[in-house]
Nanobody, 120 residues
Framework: QVQLVESGGGLVQAGGSLRLSCAAS????????MSWYRQAPGKQRDLVAA???????NYADSVKGRFTISRDNAKNTVYLQMNSLKPEDTAVYYC??????????????WGQGTQVTVSS
């Protein structure tokens, strides 16, 4: 079984920065894509940023130029550096990882979510 544990959320003023972390643990053989999603109350869950196992990245237009996704494969961890935060960035942020387990199965796993609140 695999767990994703997120950290780094909190309250920040508009224009500030936060760094989210998501560490995967368990019966992991390798991790393919890792990504961050966010969901505000009453809204759909949207992709924010993704990074492949080879380091290729893509971003939602709304965060491009402000957020940076990265990963440390030795630690099975993905990060999201969020700069120039705006009130509309307020949401619960979820980590997602496409994982090959040691039992040779492959599936997506989700973190528990971490709240990011940006005040104006």
């Amino acid at each position: 079984q695999v767990q994703l544990v997120e950290s780094g959320g909190g309250l920040v003023q508009a224009g500030g920065s936060l760094r989210l972390s998501c560490a995967a643990s368990g019966s992991i053989f390798s991790i393919n894509d890792m990504s961050w999603y966010r969901q505000a109350p009453g809204k759909q869950r949207d992709l924010v940023a993704a990074i492949s196992g080879y380091g290729r990245t893509n971003y939602a237009d709304s965060v491009k130029g402000r957020f940076t996704i990265s990963r440390d494969n030795a630690k099975n961890t993905v990060y999201l550096q969020m700069n120039s935060l705006k009130p509309e960035d307020t949401a619960v942020y979820y980590c997602n990882a496409d994982i090959n387990t040691r039992g040779s199965t492959r599936r997506d796993y989700w973190g528990q979510g971490t709240q990011v609140t940006v005040s104006s």
